[in-house]
């Protein structure tokens, strides 16, 4: 069945960098687009970027663009999010979420990881 | 920025049925937004339930039902089980990008 495993959340001090990672098994990696989602503590939520499963295209919502990549490794089958210039409001749980081909939504979704901004 | 409305909160009887909501502050929704529902517990992963306006993900109750209803995408839930009570989440591709409407808090009661 389809798993996905996101690590490398943490705590960062304001202007700092992370990079998250997302470990996908039981399908076919290379073949489908995928999302990270944020939700932070007590609040919605938030879609913050896409990457086509060719890695041609990536989306970004305005409160990252700039400051967040989205790549992808398929020899690994793994997603991942560089942050760099992070801030206060940048703290979430991090949910990476495979697509749902030709539907625009996912369908399936990782456990999340939290990363922290404070001083 | 596209803004994307949800009912805050609401409220239905164990058996009830009670349809949410999910408008665009400017403009209505269609099936060209590709509407897709989520169901969020704290502390786990979100779960979807609808993609593509109506058709039901894999596993999901056929008591979730998804539509548009005038100018909004909409989420029905028939005959509403105590484990339905839990935060709701739509949303809409928007060409470029993907946006979530605010949540709505649904109580079972």
């Known amino acids: 069945q389809v798993q996905l495993v996101e690590s490398g959340g943490g705590v960062v001090q304001p202007g700092g960098s992370l990079r998250l990672s997302c470990a996908g098994s039981?399908?076919?990696?290379?073949?489908?687009?995928m999302h990270w989602v944020r939700q932070a503590p007590g609040k919605g939520l938030e879609w913050v970027t896409f990457?086509?499963?060719?890695?041609?295209?990536?989306y970004y919502a305005d409160s990252v663009k700039g400051r967040f990549t989205i790549s992808r490794d398929d020899s690994k089958s793994t997603l991942f999010l560089q942050m760099n210039s992070l801030r206060p409001e940048d703290t979430a749980v991090y949910y990476c979420?495979?697509?749902?081909?030709?539907?625009?939504?996912?369908?399936?979704w990782g456990q999340g990881t939290l990363v922290t901004v404070l001083s | 920025q596209t803004v994307v409305t949800q009912e805050p909160s609401f409220s239905v009887s164990p058996g009830g049925t009670v349809t949410l909501t999910c408008g665009l502050a400017s403009a209505s929704v269609s099936t060209s937004n590709y509407p897709s529902w989520y169901q969020k517990i704290p502390g786990q992963a979100p779960r979807t339930l609808i993609y593509?306006?109506?058709f039901r993900s894999s596993g999901v109750p056929d008591r979730f039902s998804g539509s548009i209803l005038g100018n909004k995408a909409a989420l029905t839930i028939t005959g509403a089980q105590a484990d339905d009570e839990s935060d709701y989440y739509c949303m809409l591709y928007m060409g470029t990008s993907w946006v979530f409407g605010g949540g709505t808090k649904l109580t079972v009661l």
């Open positions: 593509s306006t109506k």
């Open positions: 039981g399908f076919t990696f290379s073949s489908y687009g």
């Open positions: 990457i086509r499963y060719d890695g041609n295209n990536k």
């Open positions: 979420a495979k697509e749902l081909v030709g539907t625009s939504a996912s369908d399936s």
